[in-house]
């Protein structure tokens, strides 16, 4: 993987860890981390500001900083989609489509993350790789859209563009925004703060989950991989663990008393559109995947960093 490097969205929840990883691994001087209304105080590194639809902007800065890989990650998730489709469309599919043509134009690397969004209700429960894509919300459209569209240029521009469908992501840097898997963050965030927490999905509710530690290593090694070990160009299921809202909230109670109450709303049905679980096989095959972060682990390791979070916030 060839510096320099540009990170589109990258504040947002998967960006503020991918980041400061590349950073660490590439230098922070070949970093640019692209942002929009979220730019954090004092972010250490190089910064610029763009809209993701502004493809002349995207242009000079590929040539400002001779960039040679994009990790494009702006996205507008599941529930915030529902609330403006149209919006959705014009970021995840305008933005893409800008950075593949820069890609094709400047023979440039691409990461680009799908996710379990892209199935649908007619989608096998446990989902295999090559299966039915029929989504039900529009971010679930853009993503399998924006999957055809990767394997697209792979095939007729020869865009080096790779992709993994992330499950939902469990993080603690940013407070969840705009999905429907957030209630796994949430519970951490709202429990440690009040020892209470309303969740929006029914504890039955079951999804593909993943500690953020285990999406940056897959997300950095799909893209350190050598070319001729990436034998899919739409997305390769990524997963790790699957697990209710029960289950999470009885773990988190090992740790502190939570008091968790369920009221689903709209994002019932989203999340009742995705499968449980997802076979990730392919992954682990052409080129190595393998996750480390257990359930126990994961909720140990959140609770930890949250609260010295927290009381970092709290002294100012
Ligand atoms: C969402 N966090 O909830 C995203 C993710 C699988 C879920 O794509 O929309």
């Keep these: 993987m060839d510096t320099k490097i540009l990170v589109t969205g990258a504040f947002g929840q998967i960006g503020s860890e991918l980041t400061p990883e590349l950073q660490k691994k590439y230098g922070k001087e070949n970093v640019i981390a692209l942002g929009h209304k979220n730019i954090p105080e004092g972010f250490d590194g190089i910064v610029e500001t763009a809209e993701i ?11 400002k900083y001779q960039i040679k890989t994009i990790f494009h990650l702006v996205s507008i998730l599941s529930a915030n989609g529902e609330k403006n489709p149209d919006l959705t469309w014009k970021v995840n599919m305008g933005g893409l489509k800008n950075i593949l043509d820069l890609a094709r134009d400047y023979h440039l690397q691409v990461f680009w993350p799908s996710t379990i969004a892209a199935f649908g209700p007619s989608t096998p429960k446990e989902a295999p790789q090559h299966t039915i894509m029929q989504p039900t919300t529009m971010y679930g459209v ?3 859209s924006g999957e055809l569209l990767c394997n697209y240029y792979f095939l007729k521009y020869g865009v080096d563009v790779r992709s993994v469908r ?3 992501i469990i993080s603690w840097k940013t ?15 709202d429990g440690i703060k009040s020892e209470k927490y309303e969740c929006f999905v029914g504890p039955e509710t079951t999804i593909p989950l993943m500690y953020i530690p285990d999406c940056i290593k897959g997300t950095i090694d799909i893209m350190e991989a050598p070319i001729d070990k990436i034998k899919i ?4 299921n990524l997963g790790a663990l699957s697990f209710s809202a029960k289950e999470l909230s009885d773990e988190i109670n090992k740790h502190i008393k939570v008091e968790v109450t369920y009221k689903p709303d709209a994002r ?7 499968p449980k679980s997802f076979n990730d096989s392919d992954a682990r095959a052409d080129w190595g995947w393998s996750h480390s972060y257990t359930l126990d682990k994961m909720v140990s390791d959140m609770i ?3 609260k010295i979070k ?5 002294n100012g």
């Design 304 to 306: 930890e960093n949250l």
């Design 166 to 168: 992330y499950p939902g």
């Design 268 to 274: 019932q049905a989203i999340a009742d559109s995705w």
């Design 233 to 236: 160009r739409t997305s390769y």
């Design 310 to 314: 927290f009381s970092q916030e709290k």
């Design 53 to 63: 639809n502004d493809f002349e902007t995207l242009k000079a800065l590929i040539e």
């Design 175 to 189: 407070p969840p925004e705009g999905g429907t898997s957030d209630y796994s963050v949430a519970i951490f965030y």
């Design 142 to 144: 853009t993503k399998v």
